[in-house]
Structures are given as C-alpha cells and as structure tokens.
C-alpha cells in the first residue's frame, strides 16, 4: 500500500489565498486497476489559474496543477514503469492516474516527450502548457510579422519570457513590462528584448511613446487592467491582441472587478482586433508546440528559465510567492 499527501482546497479563497484555506490529506492509495499507473511526483507547477478557477470549483476540491512524475507501476501497456508523465494531478507526492485518452484537459495524461537532456521539469514549463499558451497564443493570435513592435506584460514569469522570445526568434522588437528592475535587466540583458520596463516605477504611457515611436503591432496581455488599456491605446492600424490573462484582477473581490479605461475608441478607430484564448484550443497541436519549443531550447534560441522551490511541504509558499511576483521564469515545485 502506498500512502498519498496531498493538498485538498477546503475555503473558497479571498484576496491572496491562505496557508489555512489548504489541508493536507494522507490517504492509503488503492490497488490499480486496468488501465491505470502509480506514479511518483518529481515535479509540481504553481500557476496563476489556480488562483483564477477557485471560484468554479466547489470546496473541498484536491489542487490541480501540472505535474512531471515517474511511473513506478503500470497495469498500462503504452506507459511503461520506469518512464514519466505529465498530468493535472496537482499537488501530491504520489497519485494513480488513468490512462484511458480523453480530451478533457484536467484528466490529460501523456509520456513526456524525449526532453534531449533537458530536465523533467521544462516538460511543465517552457515544453509544457505555458510554453504552447506562448507559442499558440503568440503566433496563432498576433500572427507578428518581421519588423514589427511587440509588447508583452508579465514578461519575466513563464509565459512572457517565451512570448518575447519567441518574438525575436520570428524577427521583431520586442518590448516588455515587469515587475522589478532586477526582472527588466534580465529580460534585455539575458533574454534579448529591445527595451523593458519596470511597470510599477515608470510612466507606462510615456515610457512606451519612447520605446516603440512608430506604435505597437501586436500586444500580448498576460495581467489586464489599466497597463493593457495604455498599451491598446498605442496600437497601429489592424494591431492584434492575445488576450491570455488578468492576473491583476485574480485576487480582487469579484463583486467589485476593477476598472480601466475605454478601449473602444482604439478598437474603432485602429481596426484592432482582440482575442481571449485558452491554450486547450491546440490540443490537437499539442506535441507540434512542445516540438519545437524543446528544438530551440536545445538550440539555445529560448532560454527555459526556473524558479525551483525544494519540497511537498513549501509548494504553498511557492504559490503564493508566485502570485506576489518572487518569481523569474517558470514556478515549480520539487518534490
Ligand atoms: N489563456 C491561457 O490558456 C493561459 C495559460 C497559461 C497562463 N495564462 C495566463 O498567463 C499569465 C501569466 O501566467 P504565468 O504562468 O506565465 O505566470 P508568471 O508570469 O510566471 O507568474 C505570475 C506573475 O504575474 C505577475 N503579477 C502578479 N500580480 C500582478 C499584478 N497585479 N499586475 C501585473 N502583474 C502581476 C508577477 O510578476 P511581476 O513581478 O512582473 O509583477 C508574477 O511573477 C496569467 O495571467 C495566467 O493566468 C493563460
């Protein structure tokens, strides 16, 4: 009998989730059953739509996420003991997962794809979901062309690193907007981007007439609120906007949504066009994405950068110090 750990949500959060909205949960896991496989969590990510879905999921609820692990016993011929898989198990050490294919992304389980040296944990990361929301959601919704300006907020965490990278790679300017200097220094110096800004010390209005003269192409909005309207408001004719996530508004009381300034006039007048996304749109294109995000890793076009938080016990602390910001480059768990 192997024992489980998990975290179980038992209190709806409000504002910034709490240490004592979680319980963990010990529970002696069952024998398989056909189809099935035990396996043994190596890595766990912390992501910004664990805040965001609370609302939708009745208390209590086990957390979600996705996890890298390796099997340790499998009554599944195409999931041999001994390889790993990713899956949405979340937060626990050890799970059985059901092999039986679906296309409901939360009972998503598949191998991970040959990582060429790369660790485990890039496959829930920079080849993994965040990496396709950049990868899709950049080239399928902005369609960015060479020589034009691409702006990307939330640029240092995990999905705006891989935007404004992959920006370049396509032949663009690129212009990002975070949250540190230490964050912008890493994103021009390390990764490449023409110009970011610190977003909570510098006049964004001003800072971007600066950077980007002849106007924005193409917006990549990771955070909403009044820095993406500031933004939409300096876009060229027939600019395009992914619209991936709010985190602004995450932790805000839903009853009171904040607000920002009109877009339409910019929409109207500028012909924009503006799309919300959700990366399960590519399922399909799943492994294409994950392909060639790993074929510029290795190729040292894209760099895969982790924020490593050690141990079952911290991944709440991992979370939170996610959505404060701690982070540069991908958020994950050791476990
Ligand atoms: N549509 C989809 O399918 C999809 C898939 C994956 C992710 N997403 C969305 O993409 C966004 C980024 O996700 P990620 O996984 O890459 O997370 P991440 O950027 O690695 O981590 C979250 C970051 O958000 C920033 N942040 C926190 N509060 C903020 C605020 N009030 N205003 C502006 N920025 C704030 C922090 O960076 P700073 O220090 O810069 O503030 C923090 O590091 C999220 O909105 C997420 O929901 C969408």
Known sequence: MVKQRKYVVKKPFQGLPKKSDFEIVETELPPLKDNEILVKTEWVSVDPYLRAYNSRYPVPYDQFSYQVGVILESKSAKYPVGKRVVSHKGWCDYCILDTVPTKEFTKMVYLLPDMQGISPSVGIGAAGMPGNTAYFGLLELCKPKEGETVVVTGAAGAVGSLVGQIAKIKGCKVIGFAGSDAKVQWL??????????????VDVNKALKEAAPKGVDCYFDNVGGEISSIIINQMNDYGRV??????????????????????????????LKIEGFLVWRWGERWTEGVTQLITWIKEGKLKAREHITEGFDNIFDAFVGMLNGENTGKAVVKI
């Not at 990764?191 to 909570?200: E, H, M, R």
């Not at 996530?245 to 012909?271: H, M």
């Open 188 to 201: 021009e110096k390390e990764l490449g981007f023409d110009k970011a800004f610190n977003y909570k010390t």
């Open 242 to 271: 992914a619209v991936c996530g709010a985190i602004s508004a995450y932790n805000e009381d839903p009853t009171k949504i904040p607000k920002a300034s009109i877009l339409q006039p910019a929409l109207v007048f500028r012909q």
